[in-house]
């Protein structure tokens, strides 16, 4: 029935395909996994070489197919990428950027999102972008018209075709003051990348302040641009005419590294998560804690494990500094073995507990309310689209076939899978490439019981 385990393994990380895992649970994960940079870093600092007179070099860059998609697109834009001068590192050349055809652009972009952030650097070097059809993981409405309002108020003109959207800038770009309706990641990225050589001052309110927008700006830094922000999310850019090339060693990656912690929760394992940092997990820390999550800072990560009985939590997700939307996932997981009601509020995404129907065939007790929950103590403004789960434990789990919805999802039913007795057959897991580097060898290192079946 199987074939192989070390080699199919290598060749699932290398160019995954439609995987199919059939998991053995019952079994405590144990061991060490290291993470390395953010994805959500990387990727952004990979676009902005397109903004540089002269090579720049990201370090600590993860092995993610989104990653690969952000080479391609680059290259295809005649930027030239090669590794670096240490492993995990990149050099990016973009003296030869020119324009690429709409074909080649679709061809490569795939289901990621990328593209619309090539949008800025693009106009500034080329006086054109274009943005095919996006992609991403089916959790919600994730529309492009806070990127675009952007772009038009610097003076982008915007062209939507039956392809995708064609912008140009015939009078070039200038400063702007811009207030997005939501503390949007990635319409901060668009504005970052774009307002640092547009003619002027930009004015950014309600900005994201996640830490890997923070990052991002220390790449901008690096290169010449003039940024300051202020605590009430707002952000100011003053426009230059050129900037250079950039070194930087990408921020580490604390979704995959939250996504560890939950699992050692949820195994009743010991994980230790090497490059992890306290900082810029201070918030999931806590709730961890609550939850009956003990851990232990170390100077290169954060070791995780059970401190006894698991407890039941509420959790509302929210932009940095709250609990990230992408940290609830995992964690649910953990909380279908709690003594109590656990709730997770999702404010963030509209569609992001559908992954709760394959917890629940497994044997999970979860009810989900597609419109929230009203009542009771809120840190989180309740939201139009907000959904609700609450979870009622300890419940054991058994062994189901599954198919993965969505990279978060994906992995925390992967994750049950492995908590559950019994076998499992997950499906669809080659969308794990995209945020978990390595993520089948990191599986076997913890003594995962599995085998790859197609």
Not at 8 to 30: H, K, N, Q, S
Not at 53 to 63: A, G, H, M, Q, Y
Not at 239 to 255: A, E, K, Q, T, W
Not at 310 to 329: A, C, R, S, Y
Request: hydrophobic content about 40%; proline content about 5%; overall charge negative.
């Amino acid at each position: 029935m199987t074939t192989p385990l070390q080699g199919t393994r290598r060749e699932a990380t290398a160019a995954p395909r439609g995987d199919v895992l059939a998991i053995r649970g019952g079994r405590a994960l144990r061991g060490r996994v290291k993470v390395t940079g953010a994805k959500n870093l990387a990727t952004k600092a990979m676009v902005a070489s397109l903004l540089g007179e002269t090579v720049s070099v990201l370090r600590d860059v993860p092995e993610l197919s989104d990653v690969g998609v952000v080479r391609s697109l680059l290259e295809v834009h005649g930027v030239h990428v090669s590794e670096g001068d240490e492993p995990g590192s990149l050099r990016l050349d973009p003296s030869d950027v020119e324009s690429a055809h709409m074909e080649e652009i679709d061809a490569h972009a795939g289901a990621s999102r990328i593209p619309i952030l090539f949008c800025g650097p693009l106009l500034h070097r080329l006086g054109q972008a274009f943005i095919p059809d996006l992609g991403g993981c089916r959790i919600g409405d994730r529309p492009i018209d806070f990127h675009l309002d952007a772009l038009r108020k610097f003076g982008a003109v915007v062209e939507k075709l039956p392809s995708g959207i064609r912008l140009s800038a015939p009078e070039g770009l200038h400063g702007a003051e811009i207030t997005l309706p939501y503390p949007s990641v990635g319409a901060t990225e668009q504005v970052l990348l774009t307002a640092v050589r547009a003619d002027g001052v930009t004015e950014l309110h309600n900005a994201a302040i996640e830490p890997e927008i923070m990052d991002l700006i220390a790449v901008l830094q690096k290169m010449g641009a003039i940024i300051s922000y202020e605590p009430n999310r707002v952000i100011f850019i003053e426009g230059v005419p050129h900037l250079r090339g950039y070194d930087h060693r990408s921020i580490f990656d604390r979704n995959e590294a939250a996504s560890w912690a939950s699992a050692a929760l949820a195994t009743d394992g010991e994980i230790f998560v090497e490059g992890a940092r306290q900082q810029e997990m201070l918030t999931f820390l806590n709730v961890y804690r609550k939850a009956g999550g003990w851990f232990d800072i170390h100077e290169d990560g954060i070791l995780f494990r059970r401190g006894g009985p698991l407890k039941p939590v509420v959790v509302e997700t929210d932009v940095h500094p709250g609990f990230m939307t992408d940290w609830q996932q995992p964690l649910t997981v953990a909380l279908t073995q709690a003594e109590g009601e656990s709730i997770v509020h999702e404010t963030v995404y509209e569609n992001r507990m559908g992954f709760t129907d394959a917890l629940v065939k497994m044997g999970a007790d979860i009810v989900v309310h597609p419109h929230g929950l009203d009542g009771g103590y809120r840190r989180v403004a309740r939201r139009e689209l907000e959904q609700a789960a609450v979870i009622n434990g300890p419940t054991p789990l058994h062994g189901a076939d599954i198919v993965v919805p969505d990279l978060r999802g994906g992995y925390s039913h992967v994750i049950a899978a492995l908590t559950a007795s019994g076998e499992s057959i997950v499906s669809g897991v080659e969308i794990l490439s995209r945020g978990y580097e390595k993520f089948l060898d990191k599986l076997e290192a913890l003594g995962a019981d599995f085998d790859v079946i197609g």
